[in-house]
């Protein structure tokens, strides 16, 4: 079984300052990880994932995720927010062995103020 | 261009009434899926299909069929079971491996009153 937790349903900032979005999973075995994002009334995009290569995962518009095994934790990072990234952002797990599939947060919501 | 399409974008039906929701993917992906979204609720699988002819249930199949007749197609009806259809609908596809993502569809957002 797995399941992922979204620390924060809502999380401001201000343009320009440090984004941090906390996401904790539970799994059984060793898991896949993803970050997704969604802007009102659309699909989901695919930031970044990790998939056991590198703990350190870049992804795209300037996002990065750290994987630690220890704190099972995988929070999605950006150094300098802004107002473009103003969204909904999920993560999720699936399993790294067999089929399975994706378990997603509950999803938190970025606000980016001028 | 490759991708996921869903129709239509918003869709009005009256309480009672069976619909059916469209999904179209050229990505030659074999896996397939449908989720539910709801506020503050995340995404919560409906059903998802690994292969032509075959499909499983997630987790809240109830009040829902799917069929997949071929492989660039996997549509969804909410049938009058369903208690509270009125939510937002995305489809999704996958290559069918642990580090493939899915890729998502724009979505379909259903009103029942």
């Known amino acids: 079984a797995q399941s992922v937790t979204q620390l924060g349903s809502h999380v401001s900032v201000s343009e320009g300052a440090l984004v941090l979005l906390r996401c904790n999973y539970s799994s059984s075995v060793p898991p896949y990880l ?81 | 261009d490759g991708g996921i399409t869903q129709s239509p974008k918003y869709l009005f039906r009256k309480e009672g009434q069976n619909v059916t929701l469209s999904c179209e993917q050229n990505l030659n992906h074999d ?13 919560r699988l409906i059903y998802y299909s690994q292969i032509v002819n075959d499909f499983q249930k997630g987790d809240i199949a109830e009040g829902y069929s799917v069929s997949r007749e071929k492989k660039e197609s996997f549509p969804l009806t909410v049938t009058s079971a369903q208690k509270n259809p009125t939510a937002f609908y995305l489809c999704a596809s996958s290559q069918d491996s642990g580090v493939d993502e899915q890729y998502f569809g724009p979505g379909t957002r259903l009103t029942v009153t």
């Open chain 2, 31 to 43: 896996a397939m899926y449908w989720y539910r979204q709801d506020p503050g609720q995340g995404l």
């Open chain 1, 34 to 114: 993803f970050w997704y994002v969604q802007y009102p009334n659309q699909g989901l995009q695919l930031l970044l994932k990790y998939t056991s290569a590198a703990t350190l995962v870049k992804g795209i518009n300037g996002f990065e995720a750290e994987f630690k095994k220890s704190e099972t934790s995988f929070h999605l990072t950006k150094p300098s927010a802004h107002m473009s990234d103003a969204a909904e952002y999920f993560c999720a797990v699936r399993a790294y062995s067999g089929y399975s599939t994706l378990t997603f947060g509950k999803g938190t919501m970025l606000l980016v103020s001028p």
